[in-house]
């Protein structure tokens, strides 16, 4: 998790709901009508393959789809050739997301033509945005779902039609080591350069006693990490309630928790305190400055200076000393100086992040940036782009070398690196590869870390046996 991703999508977060516009559903067979077309295959045999891109909102969204696939008796396969159905849940954040997107619909399209994929859904936010028309009708797809009606899925695939309307309440996968639990969705700001109100609608908080209730259903069915996902988590409110009474509930109900993403305008000093006052909170801050001139904060209409945002990690730093910190960067937005550059470079100093994802600017159809005048030349953008890359790695490996010869509780969240080793997280919230002896993920192990990268932590053979 704490790595430093480029241009592409990787593991971007955001939130969302209630398009406003209706979405498109493509053409929408009555219930049943997929099993019909997959032509006298027994149920056993059905097949269907989802492929994610872009944030958790989405891997979350993928989850429930794939609970629905499950019910309705298809097998979950990961290769396009062997898939009856094939579900791309898409992001529409960046164009070189959309690019991705088009060489997959491409190759699926060919792969219908020759009689070996039967139907192929688009959902998401590429579904949610008016280019999925055009899609549609230049890939030959069989549905579209926006980001407001996942649950038109379970018709779909013969499933009884679902009652729910409000996307997070449908149920994630339970009995998994980790879970991600919707507190909110879309996004009330409206930044520049960001295509997500558009494609996932205006914020709507989802009550504290559903999200309490599902983290406890989850824990008592196994689940050792509950992520609280939204776009601006920290934005979260119900009846003068705010974030922090909510991480705290969810704080004293699951065994690890961490959250993300975050607004700096939202982000409160009490829940800066609570990452450190509460054993079970993940002591990773994620908060996405963008750029650290004022100038361009301005632009951005992201509502804080940079400043202010100094002061945010300055109480974080104080109340969470052995915490990590990450960010998101734009580089290149129109009208963006070489003194603007020089202040976010100014920035990643000051903040010393342990993690950034930087992005070059991409403008969106539809969105107030794409046509401001001042475009920064792609070579510009570029050399900007590795400038502000290479300062938060060596930041990043500077802090991480402070880590070697501490002793870690390590928890283990993917099974193996291919090299007998197993990804972890310490309650920093750094990255770890540690030989774990089959350790399974959802276990913790102890162990002393003895090397250090930009990205991550290598520790060696644990002490006693993972609990
Ligand atoms: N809600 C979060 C993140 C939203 S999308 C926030 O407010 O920060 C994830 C990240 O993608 C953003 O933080 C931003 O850095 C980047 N991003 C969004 N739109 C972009 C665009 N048009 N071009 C380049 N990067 C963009
Ligand atoms: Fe996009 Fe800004 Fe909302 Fe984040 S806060 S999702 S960057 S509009
Ligand atoms: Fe996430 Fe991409 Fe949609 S970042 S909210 S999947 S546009």
New binding site residues.
Partial sequence: MSSIVSGEAGM???GGSASAAPIPLGRKPAGGAFQEASGGVSASKKTACIRTFG?QMNVHDSDRMRRMIRDAGYAEVHRYEEADLVVLNTCY??ENAVDRVKGHLGELNRLKREGRVKKVALAGCIGAAGEATELERRYGIDLVLGTHNTYELAEFVGLPGMEETFTPELPGTEGEHAAFVTIMTG?N?V?S????PAVRGRMVCRPMENVVEEVERLVSSGTRYVTLLG??VDAWREDGRRFCDLLERVAEAAPRVWFT?S?PSNMEDRTLRLIGEKATIVRRLHL?V?SGSDRMLKAMHRGYKSDRYRRKIEVFREAVPDGTLST???VGHPGETEEDHEETLRLVADCAFDAA?V??????RG?E?ASLPGAVPEKVAQRRFMEVLRAVESNALHNNRRKIGSVQEIYVRHGHTGEGKAIGETWSGHAVHVPTGGAEPGRYVTARIEGAGPHVLYAGEPSGPPR
């Fill in positions: 971007r977060r955001t944030c954040v960046r996004c700001y930044c350069y960001c295509i997500v776009q601006t993403t607004h996405p963008q998101d960067i734009i994802y992005f070059k600017f991409s403008p969106r969105t940036a």
